[in-house]
């Protein structure tokens, strides 16, 4: 089993639609979790860290889930300006082990 | 005031070819790393520097070496390049922290293409 895994995308959606993404990720003793977004040939930047207790930042909305090691984010109302590769990122105890999952490509269509 | 800079953005050489690539982080961070993402988009750590001691070697060949002079600088020194090692390279830096839970923030990217 990869360390960390993602939904294959990609995801085409029609502007103003929700959007879900999985992650899941093999090693109970990670820590931190983390979404972020890259746009085609740029860098990974950071869209939203994700707390134990769900997290939301606007349309975005993360949930971590400890028991089934598994992460979400949902986005509501999508706009084009969405389109990118959603990354989930997991981080294990003390700064080790972090690790990218290979990303969910998304496409907002007009 | 780029907060990680890279250099350069581009790079083109000859197989076989030495080349470094430069990293620098205005951020005060403690912590650098360079990834190599590849021709499927696949995002792997290669090194991880804290306060200028190596904390992360994943497994990468030993013609790649990492050189941090002090912690605002991570670099990356490339001998006998091969066709294999195309990809994009990124720096990244992250305040670090006892937990290690800030998370990274990244330079451009180098574009290193071997002919």
């Known amino acids: 089993r990869k360390e960390v895994e993602q939904d294959p995308g990609p995801f085409n959606v029609p502007e103003g639609a929700t959007v879900a993404f999985n992650c899941t990720y093999s090693?109970?003793?990670?820590?931190?979790f983390f979404w972020y977004r890259q746009d085609c040939r740029k860098e990974p930047k950071l869209l939203m860290s994700?707390?134990?207790s769900g997290n939301e930042d606007g349309r975005f909305t993360a949930q971590l889930n400890r028991a089934s090691q598994y992460i979400s984010l949902l986005i509501r109302d999508s706009k084009l300006s969405d389109s990118a590769t959603y990354l989930c990122?997991?981080?294990?105890?003390?700064?080790?082990?972090?690790?990218f999952g290979p990303g969910t490509r998304l496409s907002v269509l007009p | 005031d780029t907060a990680v800079s890279q250099t350069p953005k581009y790079l083109v050489t000859q197989m076989g070819n030495d080349k470094s690539i430069k990293c620098e982080q205005n951020?005060?961070?403690?912590?650098m790393y360079w990834y190599k993402q590849d021709s499927k988009k696949f995002l792997k750590i290669m090194f991880s520097?804290?306060?200028?001691?190596?904390?992360i070697n994943e497994t990468v060949p030993n013609r790649f070496s990492p050189k941090s002079p002090d912690k605002a600088h991570l670099n990356l020194h490339i001998n006998s390049l091969e066709l294999g090692d195309s990809a994009v390279y990124f720096c990244?830096?992250?305040?670090?922290?006892?937990?290690?839970?800030?998370?990274?923030?990244f330079g451009d990217g180098t574009r290193l293409s071997i002919l």
């Open positions: 951020l005060g961070h403690d912590t």
């Open positions: 520097y804290n306060n200028k001691e190596l904390i």
């Open positions: 990122v997991v981080m294990g105890p003390y700064g080790q082990n972090f690790v």
């Open positions: 990244a830096s992250s305040s670090g922290g006892s937990l290690g839970d800030q998370p990274q923030h």
């Open positions: 994700v707390y134990s």
């Open positions: 090693n109970s003793a990670s820590q931190s």
